[in-house]
């Protein structure tokens, strides 16, 4: 994707997968929020918590980027991959293909060595035990990560892959601080199905569109190590 228009993809991205990340991570947000009834909710800790996200999915994308770029410098193959996977995204949370399981299933070997770790920092007390807390459960296995992750690894290159997986966790923000706020509200809305459908749909759009991207366009990478993209003719 040409410029800096992948960034608003990736925070639209995570905008529409909010849906499944309230399935995920809610339950962590709404303890977080509402740790006592009938008291407001425990903004500092929440924000806390979507930095320490944040922050992993920053990692995530650095580290896939510069692990990219050695091993796979074309990247059409890797749009047409991450285009895939962003259709997967939208099966899956619209219910109709589960296939991402799988993903999620081999990414749970990370998690049992760092599950232990976050269970230590229950219950939250402060915004830095948050922070700290949002950070490991930024590695929670995801099939909605997966997929923004491939979507980064595509853009080139270790900063780019970055700020994309940042504006993804951006995206997944607010969804995250409204169930903190308001958990059961927040969830009902997002999981009648005419609104995953549509959150759906949205992310099948950017999926054919990633796709479309990885195959008209090759990169040419110049002197200065930054790649422009030309239309096959």
Do not use: N
């Not at 909710?41 to 896939?64: D, F």
């Not at 091993?71 to 991959?81: D, S």
């Not at 939250?124 to 296995?141: E, H, T």
Request: charged content about 10%.
């Amino acid at each position: 994707m040409e410029g800096w228009g992948f960034l608003a993809a990736a925070l639209a991205i995570g905008f529409l997968g909010s849906s499944h990340c309230i399935g995920m991570c809610g339950g962590i947000a709404g303890a977080l929020g509402m740790a006592v009834p009938g008291r407001r909710p425990a903004w500092g800790q929440l924000i806390g918590y979507s930095a320490g996200r944040l922050g992993s999915y920053a990692l995530m994308g650095a580290l896939a980027g510069a692990l990219g770029a050695a091993i796979l410098p074309a990247l059409g193959p890797l749009r047409l991959v991450a285009g895939l996977m962003l259709v997967a995204m939208a099966l899956y949370i619209a219910g109709i293909w589960r296939g991402l399981v799988w993903l999620e299933r081999g990414g749970a070997y990370l998690w049992r060595y760092l599950q232990p770790l976050s269970a230590k920092l229950l219950p939250v007390r402060s915004a830095g035990s948050a922070v700290a807390l949002g950070s490991l459960w930024g590695w929670l296995p995801c099939g909605l990560v997966y997929s923004a992750l491939t979507f980064a690894l595509a853009q080139g290159g270790s900063l780019r892959a970055a700020l994309a997986m940042l504006a993804f966790g951006l995206g997944t923000v607010p969804a995250m601080l409204a169930t903190g706020a308001a958990a059961a509200k927040v969830r009902g809305f997002v999981q009648r199905p005419a609104v995953r459908l549509l959150f759906a749909g949205l992310i099948l759009l950017f999926g054919l569109w990633t796709i479309w991207g990885g195959h008209g366009h090759h990169s040419v990478p110049t002197e200065t190590g930054v790649e422009h993209y030309h239309h096959r003719h």
